[in-house]
């Protein structure tokens, strides 16, 4: 939903266009939600970034710092000529121990799902 306060879980992936080098919060890129699977359970919205100045209503906020490492990294990728850079976005560290603190969550479905892809890596 737009204007929920939440940042979103999830994969997404980023290309080019999606940096903002002159972003309001310091150097922003744009994560590109709503997804697919966003939009089929009925969440909008539109510009949720990874972004400096360190202060966020959903957004996922850092220091200005750490945001220029991140974009170099990104804008590195792109200049080598990667055309996409996945972002996957997990609630917690999706430990065997963390997901039994959380199976009782109204979420624990969905991560479930995510937590295959956590283990991947």
Known sequence: MTGDLKSPEGFYHVSLKQL???SHYYRAINLGFPNEFDKSKGYSGNNLMI???CKS???YAMT???MDEIYQ???SA???GQLAIKI???PF???PQNMRRYKNNDNFLFWKQLQHAYEYY
Do not use: S
Request: net charge positive.
């Open 78 to 80: 792109f200049y080598h």
């Open 57 to 59: 209503i959903g957004c």
């Open 73 to 75: 990294y990104a804008e």
């Open 64 to 66: 200005n710092r750490y």
């Open 93 to 95: 560290r999706m430990t």
């Open 88 to 90: 996957n976005i997990y």
């Open 20 to 22: 903002k080098p002159n």
């Open 51 to 53: 972004h400096g100045e």
